[in-house]
């Protein structure tokens, strides 16, 4: 019998998808894989090679000839592209905007869908827009996060402050209200709920009552 396949987002940003997922991974003691990783290890790629991210042509060449891998547990997962690890590398103001451009690009997504359906298989908690949707639409196990806008952008803040102390909470909700619009309109894997997809709205829980509902859904239980 095959091993589980959890989806553990198809999220909108700043619901605590990455969070959520390493917590669900080790209570099931399953690998754990940061699509979202894998799509800024590509936009790292990118920005070192000094090619136009809207280049879609040349992005595509560049993200099917690296070989981006995850390795270690949930909690110290490490990012390596063609061997090197990037995992601090890929976390940077210039990452984030670039990747949410190449992400778009269709020969990019397919070329990570590919290593993430080679990775998954073997069973693992996945972490990533499109998981339920696309990559695997057979998960036995779906979850689309979300939470209100305001209490996102608060959380992501919180998040951005630490490596930019310049910014602002505006600034952070102006972008990932804009990331949010490019996600759902794009025309390749649109960020969109998997029909069978269990809707967890976060707004005013903790990461710990999220988790709950999740960790029951999985266990078969009836969520508080």
Request: proline share 4%; net charge negative.
């Amino acid at each position: 019998m095959p091993p589980p396949l959890i989806s553990a987002s198809g999220g909108r940003s700043g619901s605590g998808t990455s969070t959520l997922g390493r917590m669900l991974a080790r209570a099931v003691s399953l690998f754990y894989i940061d699509t979202g990783s894998m799509y800024r290890a590509v936009a790292l790629a990118v920005i070192e090679a000094g090619l136009n991210p809207s280049d879609s042509d040349a992005v595509t060449s560049l993200a099917e000839r690296l070989d981006i891998d995850l390795k270690g547990d949930p909690d110290s997962l490490r990012v390596l592209s063609d061997g090197r690890d990037v995992t601090e590398l890929i976390r940077t103001e210039r990452v984030t905007e670039v990747s949410s451009i190449v992400s778009a690009i269709s020969g990019v997504r397919r070329a990570m869908v590919a290593r993430q359906r080679a990775i998954g298989r073997r069973g693992a908690v996945l972490n990533g827009r499109d998981i339920g949707t696309i990559v695997f639409p057979d998960a036995d196990y779906k979850f689309f996060l979300t939470a209100a806008a305001e209490e996102r952008a608060e959380r992501r803040f919180k998040e951005d402050i630490l490596t930019d102390p310049t910014t602002s909470l505006a600034e952070t909700f102006a972008e990932m209200t804009e990331r949010d619009q490019r996600d759902s309109t794009r025309s390749d894997s649109p960020l969109k709920v998997a029909d069978d997809a269990v809707v967890v709205d976060s707004t005013g829980m903790s990461i710990d009552e999220v988790f709950q509902v999740m960790l029951k859904a999985v266990k078969g239980e009836s969520a508080p």
